[in-house]
């Protein structure tokens, strides 16, 4: 169960990290703009077996942007949230301070506005902050939330307060290490919706919908009286930052996944990610409610070599998603025509290391 990341395959790549790209291109020429959208798929065909959809849009306003994103998912979400209890918009906020950190609040509100004439149930706005001492609730506040619940019938919930279970996840060694994980993030009751802003990452890369689950889920015991304080978030670093890439995979294969996913990237996070990082004037946003889909399409919209994120492709060849972009299809305008290059975290080729001695030991 507990098998040694060494024996998970890493195909060869391009040592070009920005000449990747140009693969796209004879895919790309091949799709043409159909009445669905760039792609030519119909929604009823979005959902065939080993398909994928991905909804793309351009705007410079979060909340409008946002809205229409997720428009085309409106039927098989509202079918989705029928038999669900909970409605979680999952945001993105680390620590409770820093500019870019947090989901920009207009993007809750295009989530809400997309939600309110499909549910009436209620929607919790929730996060699980990593910071010593502080709630998530001062990020709500440092962030300027406060409008969301003037216009919306919607809740603050602090994740890091509520129940937990014991997962499995690896050591160092690679042995099995025991971490609770806040019972929200598996409970087959609860549609999460992960939104974040697509940002740059410090240990694996980049931050998109999957990140912002996975590294949520464990508790943090921020208040004294819990645990004495322990951060739970750092036993996913057990191992470095292969250790880190799979254990979100572990996460991942025992229910730690999106239901739906939406990716801000009309402002986006270059450079010293995931929270001082400056930003991307993209003009871009995506959603699907295959979360592998819109990561992949996200990760290649940064202007990032997909193989290199290891803790998305480990997942896709677990079968957790779709990753193959032949296997995508894209409703609304051409995405790579709006491929931007990110700048990485300044500590890239440190993050690389463990990635590039794999791929020579296999060479």
């Not at 990082?277 to 996200?298: M, N, Q």
Request: charged share 25%; proline share 4%; with cysteine.
């Amino acid at each position: 169960m507990f098998e040694g990341i060494d024996k998970l395959e890493s195909r060869g790549l391009n040592t070009d990290r920005r000449g990747f790209l140009k693969t796209l291109g004879a895919g790309a020429a091949a799709l043409t703009a159909g009445a669905a959208g760039f792609g030519g798929a119909s929604l009823a065909e979005g959902n065939k077996a080993g398909r994928s959809r991905v909804s793309f849009q351009l705007g410079t306003d979060h909340r409008d942007v946002i809205a229409a994103t997720l428009q085309p998912l409106q039927e098989e979400v509202g079918t989705a949230l029928e038999g669900k209890k909970n409605i979680i918009i999952k945001v993105n906020m680390g620590q409770v301070v820093g500019p870019l950190n947090a989901t920009h609040p207009d993007t809750v509100m295009g989530i809400l506005d997309f939600l309110k004439p499909i549910t009436r149930k209620r929607i919790t706005v929730a996060e699980s902050t990593a910071g010593s001492g502080r709630s998530t609730l001062d990020g709500f506040k440092n962030f300027q939330y406060d409008p969301i619940l003037k216009q919306h019938k919607a809740k603050f919930v602090d994740l890091n307060t509520l129940s937990f279970s014991e997962k499995l996840i690896q050591d160092a060694d690679k042995n099995p290490l025991a971490i609770n994980v806040i019972d929200t993030f598996t409970d087959p009751d609860t549609y999460m919706i992960s939104a974040t802003r697509i940002k740059s990452h410090n240990c694996v890369i980049a931050t998109l919908s999957l990140k912002n689950v996975t590294m949520a889920a464990p508790v943090n015991h921020f208040k004294r009286s819990q645990a004495k304080g322990r951060n739970e978030k750092g036993l996913m670093h057990s191992g470095g930052n292969r250790g880190l890439s799979y254990n979100m995979l572990n996460l991942a294969k025992q229910g730690v996944v999106p239901d739906l996913a939406v990716l801000d990237g009309v402002v986006g996070m270059e450079g010293d990610g995931p929270v001082w990082g400056t930003p991307v004037e993209h003009g871009v946003a995506l959603a699907s409610t295959d979360w592998l889909a819109a990561d992949r399409v996200g990760v290649e919209l940064m202007g990032m070599i997909y193989d290199d994120v290891m803790y998305l492709k480990w997942c896709g060849e677990a079968g957790l998603g779709i990753d193959n972009l032949d296997n995508i299809d894209i409703v609304g305008p051409n995405p790579w025509s709006h491929v931007r290059n990110y700048r990485y975290h300044k500590n890239f080729d440190k993050q690389m290391e463990w990635l590039l001695e794999d791929r020579a030991k296999k060479a």
